[in-house]
C-alpha cells in the first residue's frame, strides 16, 4: 500500500500547478490528494492490483483498474469525494456519480463495480 500512497503524491506533485497540463488544467489540490488517500485507505488490498493513478484536466485524482482492452474501471475523485466513475466489461458498460465519505466507506456501487472487475477471469 505505501507504494500505492507514494505513486498518489506523484501524481499531485506533477499535477499541483494551475496549466500542468500544459492546456490551463486546474491544479490538483490538497484536498484532493487528501480526499484521494482517503478513498485508497478504504480499499481492501485485494482491490488493488492492476491499479494506476493520474490527473484529470478537471484536477480530479483518476484511479483506474485495467486488466485486458475489455475489462476497464476509471474514477476520478475530487476535493469534495464525489467520485465519477466509468466501467466496461467486454460490452457491458456501467457510469454515474456517487458521493465517497471516510465515514461511511466506499459507496455500493463502486464495491459491485470492482467485486465484478475482480471476479473476471481471476484478476
Known amino acids: 500500500m505505501t507504494d500505492l500512497k507514494q505513486a498518489l503524491e506523484e501524481v499531485y506533485r506533477d499535477c499541483q500547478n494551475l496549466g500542468w497540463d500544459g492546456y490551463g488544467a486546474p491544479p490538483v489540490t490538497l484536498k484532493t490528494l487528501i480526499k484521494a488517500k482517503e478513498f485508497l485507505a478504504a480499499l481492501p488490498i485485494n482491490r488493488t492490483k492492476n491499479l494506476e493513478f493520474s490527473a484529470e484536466p478537471s484536477g480530479d485524482i483518476s484511479f483506474d483498474w485495467w486488466d485486458r482492452a475489455n475489462c476497464q474501471i476509471g474514477l476520478g475523485i475530487d476535493a469534495l469525494g464525489r467520485i ?33 472487475f475482480y471476479s473476471k477471469d481471476g484478476v
Not at 93 to 107: D, K, L, Q, Y
Open 84 to 116: 465519477t466513475y466509468a466501467s466496461r466489461f467486454d460490452s457491458a458498460r456501467v457510469r454515474g456519480t456517487e458521493i465517497f465519505n471516510i465515514t461511511e466507506g466506499i459507496p455500493p456501487q463502486i464495491t459491485m463495480i470492482l467485486d465484478r
